[in-house]
């Protein structure tokens, strides 16, 4: 197996700017949770390895965010591509992906409450699990990786809203 830096720096050109620049990789496509910079570090691009992280090597579609990634908006495109792709037959991939794209998009206005990052987080694992087919989990596990890596990214964001709203 090949480390993910290894496979980014060497085989890659490496990351815009630099390894200092990176933000964070999702390492298997779309489908799969992001992972911080501190975890991209040392670990390597295979099953166990990446399920150890609470990540997926998926469909190996590497995708590299640097420091000038909004991750929020990142997230949140993907989670507008999930509920576009749902075919609506199951209750909680139809319902639950619209929740999840109108909740990041609020959250990429910075309009929410940082209450509600757990709500959302728990309308993940709803979906999760609970659908017929993977898209279900597809469209959950970007948002529980954001959530779990970048959470003060979230609520930093909310915070700004919040205040801006009452100025």
């Known amino acids: ?16 700017g630099g390894w200092d620049n990176l933000l964070g ?9 992001v992972l911080p910079k501190s975890a991209c570090e040392t670990v390597l691009m295979d099953f166990d390895a990446l399920k150890e992280v609470r ?15 909004d991750i929020v908006a990142a997230i949140a ?17 139809r319902e639950g992906t619209g929740w999840l794209m109108d909740i990041m998009d609020r959250f990429v ?6 209450e509600e990052i757990d709500m959302l ?3 993940t694992r709803q979906i999760e699990g609970h659908t017929i087919c993977a898209l279900g989990d597809a469209a959950a596990w970007p948002v529980q990786g954001l959530i779990r890596h970048f959470r003060p990214e979230l ?7 919040a205040v801006a709203a009452h100025a």
């Open 1 to 16: 197996s090949i480390s993910l830096k290894d496979l980014l720096e060497k085989h890659c050109g490496g990351v815009r």
């Open 25 to 33: 990789v999702i390492p298997g496509g779309s489908s799969v949770p």
């Open 55 to 69: 990540s997926g090597l998926g469909t190996a579609a590497v995708i590299v965010m640097d420091k000038s990634t």
């Open 77 to 93: 495109r993907l989670s507008k591509f999930y509920k576009h792709e749902s075919c609506g037959q199951c209750t909680p991939c």
């Open 109 to 114: 206005a910075g309009d929410g409450r940082v």
């Open 121 to 123: 987080e728990e309308i």
């Open 155 to 161: 609520e930093a964001r909310l915070r700004k809203g």
